[in-house]
């Protein structure tokens, strides 16, 4: 069973830094896609960005500049580098994988103060 487990949350001020990491359990997985979403106070997850195995990455528009996806294969990590954050980056952060089914992380909080 794998399992993704995140840290690197925590509290920053706006424009702050901050790097989250999603380590996956398993010598054997190798996603076809991995991914982080977040979840902000009373809103429905979101997307936030995505790599492929193919290295095609996606970022959502309200990040693209600033949130930067990246994967160490060897290491089974994900990382997501958080630059220039604003306060609406608030929210829930989860990690995010696929391999024949999808895999969740079980979160990790991001508070960004103004």
């Known amino acids: 069973q794998v399992q993704l487990v995140e840290s690197g949350g925590g509290l920053v001020q706006a424009g702050g830094s901050l790097r989250l990491s999603c380590a996956a359990s398993?010598?054997?997985?190798?996603?076809?896609?991995v991914a982080w979403y977040r979840q902000p106070p009373g809103k429905q997850r979101e997307v936030v960005a995505t790599l492929t195995s193919g290295g095609y990455k996606n970022d959502a528009t309200s990040v693209k500049g600033r949130f930067t996806i990246s994967r160490d294969s060897a290491k089974n990590t994900v990382s997501l580098q958080m630059n220039n954050l604003k306060p609406e980056d608030t929210a829930v952060y989860y990690c995010y994988a696929y391999e024949f089914v999808p895999y969740w992380g079980q979160g990790t909080q991001v508070t960004v103060s103004s």
């Open positions: 398993g010598s054997s997985f190798s996603p076809n896609v």
